[in-house]
């Protein structure tokens, strides 16, 4: 497939590995690249700044396709310095950064002097639109079906891409519920130049998670994801297991703070569920998508899938409908 994305990034699929906490490290990243995608590094995965360009250099020994690093810009219980990351993927002549949670506006100016092109995933057509406006080369606009942040407007991507579409003239990319070749056949006919997936690249063999979150994910049903930290406006689409069930349960006492939400919504805390398997031990994001993944097979063998699914439904079932 040729699309405005396959040519902006110099890919050959219009399918992205979107920024995933605790996941995007080079191991699920690389071969994504390496299947003809878009594979991205999540910078906040990594400690510290110093650690992310270890990371940049082991990926590059484990591909020579493009790929991108995601910095996601959202509140977080310890601060976070931005800019150091930023200094990372310029110092390290990174040439894709995919940027999230609110808008990359301040840190603009240096990544577009150094020749990066940004991509901006957000979850309305007005912040696409300010996206467009900053200088970003492409918005991945993330319908409520999504894991991880959908905003608060609860708009699905039926509706929130077309209206995307005519409102931009840079490239879309379509995210939030996409998991299959309907979805990428779906989403170039509703005006998309390609996919971003998050949780069904968790089901892969290449994810570097431990096996009881993939297998969580082949059991789970499209109603298996809750919608936490709605009281404090961050809303966060997670998988719905036993912490998740505790923190709505706070929530809807009313007057809930973020202190008091913060042991159980920990991110640190999560990230023990990717290592240790225990799919009860914290929060991990998960979206809707979850009930269309029913194995988990290698990177490769699903972007090849997904693409032959999509051509397939394009040259053939949509063809022949015409008269
Ligand atoms: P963390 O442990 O610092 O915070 C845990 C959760 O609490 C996050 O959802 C965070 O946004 C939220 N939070 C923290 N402080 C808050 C406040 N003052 N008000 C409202 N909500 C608050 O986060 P982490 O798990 O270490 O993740 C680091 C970053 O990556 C965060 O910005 C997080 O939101 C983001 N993230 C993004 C995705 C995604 O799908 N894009 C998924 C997971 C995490």
Not at 99 to 122: D, N, Q, W, Y
Not at 147 to 172: Q, T, Y
Not at 235 to 263: C, F, H, Q, W
């Amino acid at each position: 497939m040729k699309t405005k994305l396959t040519e902006l990034l110099g890919i050959e699929h219009p399918v992205i590995q979107g920024g995933m906490q605790w996941v995007g490290k080079a191991e699920l990243a690389s071969a994504v690249s390496e299947a003809g995608g878009l594979g991205i590094l999540t910078a906040l995965t990594q400690p510290s700044p110093g650690d992310l360009v270890k990371e940049i250099r082991r990926m590059r020994a484990m591909t020579r396709k493009p790929f991108g690093v995601n910095l996601t810009l959202l509140p977080t219980l310890k601060p976070v310095p931005y800019g150091d990351y930023v200094d990372v993927m310029i110092s390290e002549k990174i040439k894709i950064v995919e940027t999230a949670g609110r808008s990359p506006e301040e840190f603009m100016p240096r990544l577009l002097e150094a020749g990066i092109k940004v991509i901006h995933k957000c979850t309305s057509v007005r912040h696409a639109l300010k996206a467009q406006k900053i200088g970003c080369a492409a918005a991945s606009v993330d319908g409520f079906e999504c894991a991880g942040h959908p905003g608060e407007d609860d708009i699905p991507g039926l509706v929130l891409l077309p209206l995307a579409v005519d409102a931009l003239s840079i490239p879309v990319i379509a995210s939030g519920g996409f998991g299959d070749g309907r979805g990428l056949a779906a989403a170039l006919c509703l005006g998309a130049e390609g996919i971003n997936m998050g949780t069904r690249f968790l089901a892969t063999r290449e994810a570097p998670i431990h096996e009881n979150v993939k297998k969580a994910l082949v059991d789970a049903d499209e109603r298996q994801s809750a919608l936490i930290l709605r009281t404090l406006k961050n809303t966060a689409r997670i998988y719905k297991n036993s912490v998740a069930k505790d923190i709505l349960a706070m929530e809807s006492r009313g007057n809930i703070t973020i202190e008091e939400l913060s042991p159980l919504v920990s991110g640190a805390r999560g990230r023990t569920v990717y290592e240790n398997g225990d799919i009860e031990a914290g929060v991990w994001s998960a979206g809707m998508v979850a009930g269309l993944i029913r194995d988990i097979p290698s990177v490769r063998d699903l972007i090849t899938r997904i693409v032959k699914d999509a051509e397939t439904i394009i040259k053939g079932r949509l063809h022949t409908m015409i008269s």
